[in-house]
């Protein structure tokens, strides 16, 4: 069984925040972003990458860590690339991403750091964020633009100001019907070119039931993971995307009665009155890699 990266979550730290930097990785994110974009004020840009670099190279960190640079049509996203990759942060998380283009000119800067630095190439990866409707229009072609590539993502609330609206709340039914065919379309996008798909972050600290909502509509439409920004958030949004007891032995039910099906030369048998074929076995098999990636179950001889 191929064991997949997990990333239910993907936290972001303020660059400019040094407790936070320092912090960020010990509450079981499994994927922590350092930030030097909308969470530093133009004033703390280069403090903050400073802040950022020291972090990187001095502390040891228990997950993957990822750097949010400024965009690279901004005065400081360039300047973000030069300084933060010696520095070799996991992946370089692009925000705002409209294009093809732009990822594969990171992808060769980054390519010319690698060799300058001697780190192994292809080793720093790339994920992007998708947070207007031309990114969106584009979010196949970023999604595949590079090797990079781990995952899209998208930016929620800054989607909702590109397309003029506010982001609502409800259970999963009735919030984020906004966002609903962006989600959807970035969710497409990923599994085209074969990479993760990250939902964006929920903003309200004190709400955790439209949190609960929220991520289980996204984990319904297919993401692997979900943005946050406090580490209250993360046993919530792990407890819905890691799969419970009973998933994990229905799932290995439905393989041991297909494989029976297969010995009977038979695609198609029932399990507790439903049909099982192809598809289900593919769903099975996702379960049990992501129980797997999360530690609650081991294939037998693994
Ligand atoms: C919100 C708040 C100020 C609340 O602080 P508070 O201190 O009141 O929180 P408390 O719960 O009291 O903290 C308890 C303990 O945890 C520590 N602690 C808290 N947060 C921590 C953390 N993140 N990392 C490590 N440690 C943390 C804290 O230091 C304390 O430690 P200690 O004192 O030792 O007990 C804080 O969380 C925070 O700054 N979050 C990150 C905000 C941020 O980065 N925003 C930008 C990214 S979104 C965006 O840009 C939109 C987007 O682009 C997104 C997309 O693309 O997806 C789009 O368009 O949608
Ligand atoms: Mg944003």
Not at 32 to 57: M, Q, W
Not at 196 to 208: C, G, H, K, T, Y
Not at 270 to 276: Q, S
Request: charged residues 25%; negative net charge; aromatic residues 6%.
């Amino acid at each position: 069984m191929v064991k997949e990266r997990l990333r239910r979550t993907v936290m972001y730290a303020a660059g400019n925040n040094p407790g936070l930097l320092q912090n960020a990785a010990i509450y079981g994110a499994d994927s922590v972003i350092f930030d030097v974009e909308d969470s530093v004020a133009v004033a703390e840009k280069d403090s903050a990458r400073e802040l950022v670099y020291h972090a990187l190279t001095r502390l040891k960190f228990s997950c993957e860590i990822g750097v949010r640079i400024n965009h690279i049509s901004t005065p400081w996203g360039y300047d973000d690339l030069e300084y933060l990759l010696p520095a070799k942060p996991d992946y370089i998380r692009l925000p705002k991403g409209e294009s093809g283009d732009e990822i594969k000119n990171i992808d060769a800067i980054i390519t010319k750091a690698e060799a300058e630095h001697g780190f192994e190439a292809g080793s720093i990866k790339l994920m992007v964020s998708i947070e207007s409707p031309k990114g969106l229009r584009n979010a196949y072609e970023i999604a595949s633009a590079s090797p990079r590539m781990i995952a899209i993502a998208i930016g929620g609330e800054d989607f909702a100001a590109a397309i003029k609206t506010e982001k609502t709340r409800g259970n999963s039914f009735t919030g984020g019907r906004e966002l609903f065919v962006a989600r959807s379309m970035i969710v497409f996008a990923a599994r085209e070119a074969g990479i993760q798909a990250i939902d964006s972050v929920f903003s309200d600290l004190r709400d955790e039931e439209t949190l609960i909502n929220e991520v289980m509509l996204v984990k319904e439409l297919g993401f692997d993971g979900k943005s946050c920004i406090n580490p209250r958030q993360i046993d919530i949004i792990h407890k819905v995307f890691t799969p419970s007891l009973k998933e994990v032995e229905y799932a290995q039910r439905v393989l041991t009665v297909f494989e029976d099906a297969l010995a009977r030369n038979s695609g198609v048998i029932t399990l507790d009155g439903k049909m099982i074929d192809m598809p289900m076995v593919i769903r099975a098999e996702r379960v049990l890699a992501n129980a797997c990636a999360a530690g609650i179950y081991r294939k037998e001889g693994t």
